[in-house]
């Protein structure tokens, strides 16, 4: 074990941060809530909308836990903030399962399944050299994900891993 938290269905963490950007390329938007749709991903959020649109349903909504975050900084020597990865949802205190099919409610209605993992991109390099890298090991850039129950979601709501 690495020492996180335990794998196991029914531990709960918390939605620690929502963001989203209009197009590519833009500048990341944090907010305080938002509708996550089937049809939309996060509402506003370009990459949700066209994964809706074009039915590759694997990227519709990313994900990022604080802790592998804060890892990647600390492996730098950084701090920049969480949403200088380009995710859209930063998970606190929970390890999600490092694999495809795992469901994650947050709040009471939204329901997001696990598509696979976020490998980080060049881009990471523009953002703090050796980024890309620190990122690599376990699933560290996060998780990308489908919408299976649309949902408002709220800084602060429930995360937990469904069975």
Not at 54 to 81: C, F, H, T, Y
């Amino acid at each position: 074990s690495d020492g996180g938290p335990a794998l196991t269905a029914g531990m709960n963490g918390r939605l620690g941060g929502i963001a989203r950007r209009h197009r590519p390329r833009g500048l990341m938007e944090t907010i305080s809530h938002v509708k996550v749709s089937r049809a939309e991903g996060v509402q506003g959020d370009f990459r949700g909308a066209l994964a809706g649109l074009k039915g590759k349903m694997k990227r519709q909504v990313s994900l990022i836990e604080a802790e592998s975050w804060a890892a990647a900084m600390a492996d730098l020597g950084s701090n920049k903030p969480w949403w200088m990865r380009r995710a859209n949802l930063l998970v606190e205190g929970l390890r999600l399962p490092r694999e495809p099919g795992t469901r994650i409610r947050i709040g009471s209605s939204c329901l997001l399944e696990v598509t696979v993992e976020c490998d980080p991109c060049s881009r990471m390099e523009e953002i703090e050299q050796g980024l890309y890298a620190a990122l690599m090991p376990d699933w560290r850039g996060g998780f990308l994900a489908r919408v299976v129950e649309d949902g408002d979601i709220t800084v602060g709501d429930e995360v937990r891993i469904e069975t």
